[in-house]
């Protein structure tokens, strides 16, 4: 995430704008972006899609290693594991590095008895087949109980959460649009 909060604050400096602008052109407050550029809070993806808007870069820039132009093969030993705004989930990137990538495709760990408080809308659609375990979406205040083998897939703009019902980590293959890390 050190990696992330540094470009944040780099881009806003090559952009020439004050963090009170930045403030006014992402909707967020002028202390929380202090403490992000600083490392000292965590960031959500909804809150990172405002500012990779406002400083003009797709999202998957704050992801990109710098010296890497393209990836095809991503090795298991290469796979990076991810959590975002302090959530209990991971998220583990299966895909290479190239220009204009369109697909998101990760691996999600639910851990046990994990319910999302909030559901979300954004732009794209996503899809999700269970590896393991059992997940319940609910999509549009219509919940959707699956087990491993079942798929759900639907449009990211309807309001969406999920929740791990068991005792047990729950594994699912997730791939979306747009890309966003």
């Known amino acids: 995430m050190e990696d992330i909060y540094k470009k944040i604050k780099e881009l ?9 602008e930045l403030s006014e052109e992402t909707g967020l ?6 403490q992000i550029e600083r490392g000292t809070s965590s960031l959500s993806i909804t809150s990172l899609k405002k500012l990779a808007t406002a400083l003009d870069v797709p999202m998957i820039y ?11 093969l991503i090795k298991k030993q290469e796979q990076k594991t991810l959590k975002v705004n302090g959530g209990e989930q991971k998220y583990i990137r299966l895909s290479g590095a190239f220009p204009d990538r369109k697909l998101e495709p990760l ?16 732009l794209g659609e996503e899809l999700y087949y269970v590896l393991e375990g059992e997940v ?16 759900v897939h639907f449009p ?3 309001l969406h959460a999920w929740e791990n019902p068991t005792s047990n980590e729950t594994k699912i293959l997730s791939v979306s649009t747009p890309v966003i890390f």
């Open 12 to 20: 806003r400096q090559q952009n020439n704008l004050t963090l009170k």
């Open 29 to 34: 407050s002028l202390s929380f972006l202090s």
């Open 62 to 72: 704050f992801f990109e290693d710098d010296k890497v132009n393209q990836n095809y």
């Open 107 to 122: 691996i999600v760990i639910l851990p046990p008895h994990l319910k999302e408080e909030h559901s979300y809308s954004h």
């Open 136 to 151: 319940i979406f609910t999509i549009n205040g219509e919940s959707y109980h699956l087990s491993a083998g079942d798929t």
């Open 156 to 158: 990211s703009e309807l």
